[in-house]
């Protein structure tokens, strides 16, 4: 698990552009997944965890509304929410490229055996085959039988 962790956060901390690209497409695809899930299961589970009635009720009130201005509130229950959102998000791709990473490994660990495996054939076939001073032996025995 250890491991798995600090892979994941060389992960996240890294600027591969490959793995870049996968983010933005797979982050894409599990956005509406992964925002109902901190909506819905998450927030409200913050909510009862810091005794509020709502997940609104993590915001904090700098300045109440009063006429025409608007209240400023800094939403903790929406930042918390979309740091939650990125970490699942993130967590998916780790273990996407992860998969991909090791299956590509696999594919070159097979392409090197096969390599190796056909390098040993050419080795042994060459092997069998007599060499110039042992052909030039043979002839001249055969002569001196002659």
């Known amino acids: 698990m ?8 060389k992960f996240v901390t890294r600027g591969n552009v490959m793995d870049m690209a996968i983010g933005v497409i797979i982050g894409g695809a599990f956005t509406a997944i992964t925002s109902a899930l901190v909506a819905n299961v998450i927030t409200p589970l913050l909510a009862v965890a810091f005794n509020s009635p709502n997940p609104d009720a993590l915001n904090i009130t700098l300045r109440a509304a009063e ?5 400023i ?3 903790l229950g929406t930042f918390i929410g979309a740091i939650i ?3 699942i998000i993130a967590l998916v791709l780790f273990s996407v490229i992860k998969a991909i990473n090791k299956a590509s490994e696999m594919t070159k660990s097979k392409q090197k055996k096969e390599e190796e495996e056909a390098a040993a054939k050419a ?3 060459a092997a069998a085959k007599p060499t110039t001073e042992e052909l030039l032996a043979s002839i001249l025995e055969e002569l001196k039988k002659k």
């Open 67 to 71: 006429g025409e201005k608007e209240a």
């Open 85 to 87: 959102n990125f970490l």
């Open 2 to 9: 250890k491991k798995f962790l600090e892979e994941f956060k």
């Open 123 to 125: 080795a042994a076939e």
């Open 73 to 75: 509130v800094l939403g």
